[in-house]
């Protein structure tokens, strides 16, 4: 069965860092993209960062997130990583990786709707 986890999420103070982890069972994952998203209750999802499996690994980020957060990928592990540095209090949000779509991120995958494959999330919180 094809499973996403993320993990790492938790509270954080402004200013500060977390890594969320996205273990992914059941696929190899290298020749996918991978994405983070966020949702805040009431509020659309945004991506916020996207690895491609090409062989450049080109990245993609949020305008809001850029020069903030670091997306990366361990294929051999099967596990993506979002490093979030700068943390501001409007990063608070349930944070979700996403793969099984496209080999490249290319320009569509700011809405998450070309992944397939989901993880349950992990809820981010940052004190002002």
């Known amino acids: 069965q094809v499973q996403l986890v993320e993990s790492g999420g938790g509270m954080a103070q402004s200013g500060g860092s977390l890594r969320l982890s996205c273990v992914i069972s059941g696929f190899e994952v290298g020749g996918y993209a991978i994405g983070w998203y966020r949702q805040v209750p009431g509020e659309e999802r945004e991506g916020v960062a996207c690895?491609?499996?090409?062989?450049?690994?080109?990245?993609s980020y949020g305008a809001s997130v850029k020069g903030r957060f670091t997306i990366s990928r361990d294929n051999g592990s099967n596990r993506a990583y979002l490093l979030m540095t700068n943390l501001k209090p409007e990063d608070a949000a349930t944070y979700f990786c996403a793969t099984h779509g496209p080999l490249r991120c290319g320009t569509d995958w700011y809405d998450g709707r070309i992944f397939r494959l989901w993880g349950q999330g992990t809820q981010v919180t940052v004190s002002a």
């Open positions: 690895i491609g499996a090409d062989g450049g690994h080109t990245t």
